[in-house]
């Protein structure tokens, strides 16, 4: 176990040429294009599935537990909270277009009057805010994730489709990539050294997903009722590379959460699902 993560965390960036400066939209071709090179066999929409595109026992075992989740009650707890109006009557859908259907593949977004990347959770607290109702902490699981469980479940199917649009949003962008490829803690990785250059591979008992398609399935449910949030897990990759974490909401995990999120553009969403 040691030498296995001894070994990437000494590995050589063969992805290293994709942080140079291109363009989102060439970030996002070089990067699908080096995948489909690397793995021809794996098609492109099952890359929502993270290291389960690599593992068809582990896909098998999935496609069997979603068929009846042991987490639908924590989804229907969400669906409570997303229909249960606030004091003046409105509710969570008078916030959104089309009632808040078909709209979560546009987060992250940036919004230039507020001069940063705004994140479907960020939206919720300003719907709460504009309605004069108290906001939710972005690392409370049991309010904001499981709200987040139901709401993003309103989108499901739809494709990624997001913009960087203007020298704000590029800024937020590059921000979101430089961290993306930045070594940091006792291990000295990068995002990009697990899901870039070992994409495919095992460590430990795990095989490592691809970038690509990371940002389509969350919240995840893992070990059937544990639910985890994007930036949760983001949390928790940097203290596994022992570097001290950012908070759940921070705008470095949002200008990440922005630049991950844009290159799984033209991929559908699906949540909130199974992970092992």
Same mark, same amino acid.
């Given at each position: 176990?040691?030498?296995?993560? =001894? #070994?990437?965390?000494? #590995?050589?960036?063969?992805? $290293?040429?994709? #942080? $140079? @400066?291109? *363009?989102?939209?060439?970030?996002?071709?070089?990067?699908?294009?080096?995948?489909?090179?690397?793995y021809p066999n794996i098609k492109f929409n099952n890359y929502v599935?993270?290291?389960?595109?690599?593992?068809?026992?582990?896909?098998?075992?999935?496609?069997?537990?979603?068929?009846?989740?042991?987490?639908t009650p924590v989804i229907e707890k969400g669906k409570k909270m997303w229909e249960k109006p606030f004091k003046n009557g409105k509710t969570f859908a008078s916030c959104f277009p089309n009632g808040g259907k078909n709209v979560a593949g546009d987060y992250p977004m940036f919004d230039n009057k507020l001069g940063k990347v705004v994140t479907?959770?960020?939206?919720?607290?300003?719907?709460?805010?504009k309605n004069g109702e108290?906001? =939710?902490? &972005?690392?409370?699981?049991?309010?904001?994730?499981? =709200?987040?469980?139901?709401?993003r479940t309103l989108s499901d199917g739809m494709k990624m489709n997001i913009k960087v649009k203007g020298p704000g949003a590029l800024?937020? &962008?590059?921000? *979101?990539?430089? @961290?993306?490829?930045?070594?940091? *803690?006792?291990?000295?990785?990068?995002? $990009?050294?697990?899901?870039?250059?070992n994409a495919g591979?095992? /460590?430990?008992?795990?095989? /490592?997903?691809?970038?690509? *398609?990371? $940002?389509?399935?969350?919240p995840v449910f893992r070990g059937g009722t544990r639910l985890f949030t994007l930036q949760r897990r983001y949390v928790g990759c940097n203290k596994q590379v022992r570097a001290v974490p950012f908070k759940p909401g921070s705008e470095v995990y949002n200008d990440?959460?922005?630049?991950?999120?844009?290159?799984?553009?033209? =991929?559908?969403?699906?949540?909130?699902?199974f992970r092992p």
């Open positions: 176990m040691k030498r296995t993560i =001894l #070994a990437l965390a000494g #590995a050589i960036l063969i992805a $290293a040429p994709l #942080a $140079a @400066f291109a *363009g989102p939209k060439h970030d996002r071709e070089e990067l699908v294009h080096f995948f489909s090179s690397r599935y993270g290291s389960m595109a690599f593992n068809p026992d582990a896909k098998a075992q999935y496609d069997s537990i979603m068929e009846f989740p042991p987490f479907f959770e960020m939206a919720i607290n300003q719907c709460l805010k108290p906001q =939710l902490s &972005y690392s409370n699981m049991k309010t904001m994730g499981v =709200l987040v469980s139901y709401a800024a937020a &962008y590059t921000r *979101g990539k430089e @961290f993306f490829y930045r070594r940091r *803690g006792q291990l000295n990785f990068a995002c $990009a050294t697990c899901h870039v250059d591979k095992r /460590l430990r008992s795990q095989i /490592l997903s691809t970038v690509v *398609g990371q $940002a389509t399935h969350w990440l959460e922005y630049f991950e999120s844009y290159v799984s553009n033209g =991929l559908p969403m699906h949540a909130s699902v």
